[in-house]
Nanobody, 115 residues
Framework: VQLQASGGGLVQAGGSLRLSCEAS?????MGWFRQAPGKESEFVAT????????YYSDSVKGRFTISRDNAKNTGYLQMNTLKPEDTALYYC????????????WGQGTQVTVSS
C-alpha cells in the first residue's frame, strides 16, 4: 500500500489545518503520528473499519478529528485550535488489521504553528 500525505503548512496559533492521506487501496485501519525535532514519534489518532471507530491521544482530543472517505481511499486529520506544541512532521499510516503495528507508512507532511 502506498500512502501520500499532504496538507501541512504554516499556521498561526489558534488556526486550523486539514491533512489528507491518500492510499493506493482501502485498508482496515488508518492512523496519524507526529514527530517534533528532538522528540520521539507520538501517536495522534486512529480510525478503524468502515464504521470509523476513532481514538485520540490526550494531547489532541477535542481539537483534532480523524475521518476517512472509503470511496476515495483517503483519510483526513482536521486540526483545530492549533498550538505551537503541535509543530511536528506528521505521518499517516495504515494496516490491514484492527490492532497491532502499522505496516504501511507515508512520507511526512510538516505542520508548523507559530505563536
Amino acid at each position: 500500500v502506498q500512502l501520500q500525505a499532504s496538507g501541512g503548512g504554516l499556521v498561526q496559533a489558534g488556526g486550523s489545518l486539514r491533512l489528507s492521506c491518500e492510499a493506493s487501496r482501502r485498508t482496515l485501519r488508518m492512523g496519524w503520528f507526529r514527530q517534533a525535532p528532538g522528540k520521539e514519534s507520538e501517536f495522534v489518532a486512529t480510525i478503524r473499519g468502515s464504521g470509523g471507530s476513532t481514538y485520540y491521544s490526550d494531547s489532541v482530543k477535542g481539537r483534532f478529528t480523524i475521518s476517512r472517505d472509503n470511496a476515495k481511499n483517503t483519510g483526513y486529520l482536521q486540526m483545530n485550535t492549533l498550538k505551537p506544541e503541535d509543530t511536528a512532521l506528521y505521518y499517516c499510516a495504515a494496516a490491514d488489521n484492527y490492532y497491532g503495528d502499522y505496516v504501511y507508512w507515508g512520507q511526512g507532511t510538516q505542520v508548523t504553528v507559530s505563536s
